[in-house]
């Protein structure tokens, strides 16, 4: 089917396409489907469907997929094939092994934007239900590191810390950090923004200073002043972690084995070689009681162990 393109100008965060209803019926596409764009080349769009947005024989292109095409004329579109992923997800949600190409193909399915906010809840529900084992979440781990930039030091050991969160006004990471550095230690401190509760340590630092770096920046800095701490979702570490985070907030949901992935690969992209973890447990934190927390320890340094990490982790209360 031949359409001409209507731009969007509407950043959405994935390569995505709005066609009519009627134009969708007759290319055998529905809500959720892929198509196929021939232009000077070939990309792949998640479509949407409308029944006055877009005019009959017109596709709206959002802004992600107009950087990809001309856009001037006619455009080729053809029904594409959901991607492989979708069967990994799958396979998870059915309590199934996977295999490290099956991670390593979805983790880049997050990264590329292949894969839509329904699937990516699809998989983080399905972890929530039936955890990764250990293998495979020291896969998914590696996946989200090598699927990103990585900070290389030539100085070691690097320290690193992070705290499970969960606890509003925990603001530990803002003390930690300058006195590890006064110890003439490096600590290039990523961070996330607000998960499950108000705020993330990011969010706190940014009230005191910018925290939206690129990697080459947060090496410079670091090795200048002995640490940082800075959002990682700026920078292109470890991608689909904050990917993830994203779909993880509204759904209130942080998988234990996801969570573990979630912190080791930022530790793992900035080259950490010991961290220290607290755990707070207890009414109104993540992890409910001592048992849990104490298997997320075990998680963690196991985790760790495998990825070439030392790591410590303490459990407080509240």
């Known amino acids: 089917m ?19 209803n009627q134009d969708a019926r007759e290319l055998g596409v529905m809500a959720g489907d892929r198509v196929r764009l021939k232009d000077h080349g070939y990309l792949t769009a998640i479509v949407d469907t409308t029944d006055d947005m ?27 094939t959901k991607p492989a992923s979708i069967g990994t997800i799958k396979k998870i949600m059915n309590a199934q092994k996977i295999s490290r190409e099956e991670i390593y193909e979805m983790v880049g399915d997050i990264v590329k934007e292949n894969l839509s906010d329904i699937e990516m809840a699809a998989f983080i529900t399905a972890t929530h239900m039936n955890c990764l084992p250990a293998q495979e979440t020291e896969w998914l781990t590696r996946a989200m590191i090598d699927t990103g930039e990585k900070i290389e030091f030539d100085t070691h050991p690097i320290m690193d810390k992070h705290s499970i969160g969960g606890v509003p006004g925990n603001k530990i990471s803002l003390l930690i950090v300058p ?8 600590i290039p401190k ?39 701490i800075v959002w990682g979702g700026a920078t292109n570490i470890a991608p689909a972690d904050d990917k993830l985070i994203r779909v993880e907030y509204p759904l209130s949901l942080a998988p234990s084995c996801q969570l573990l992935a979630s912190i ?31 298997a997320m320890a075990r998680g963690l340094i196991d985790l760790g162990a495998r990825l070439g990490m030392q790591v410590e982790c303490a459990m407080t209360y509240g």
């Open 190 to 228: 990523t961070s996330s923004r607000a998960i499950t509760g108000a705020g993330g340590t990011a969010d706190l630092m940014e009230i005191l200073a910018p925290v939206e770096f690129p990697a080459d920046e947060i090496k410079s800095m670091t090795e200048k002043v002995g640490g940082v």
């Open 54 to 80: 877009i005019s009959r024989g017109t596709m709206g292109a959002y802004h992600e997929v107009m950087e990809h095409i001309d856009g001037t004329g006619t455009i080729e579109i053809t029904p594409a």
């Open 2 to 20: 031949e359409l001409s393109v209507q731009s969007i100008d509407i950043n959405v965060g994935k390569h995505k396409v709005v066609l009519n």
């Open 179 to 186: 006195i590890i550095a006064a110890a003439g230690l490096l």
């Open 264 to 294: 080791m690969a930022k530790k793992g992209a900035v080259g950490a070689d010991c961290v220290v973890i607290d755990i707070p447990t207890g009414a109104g934190t993540k992890i409910l009681n001592v048992e849990e927390g104490r």
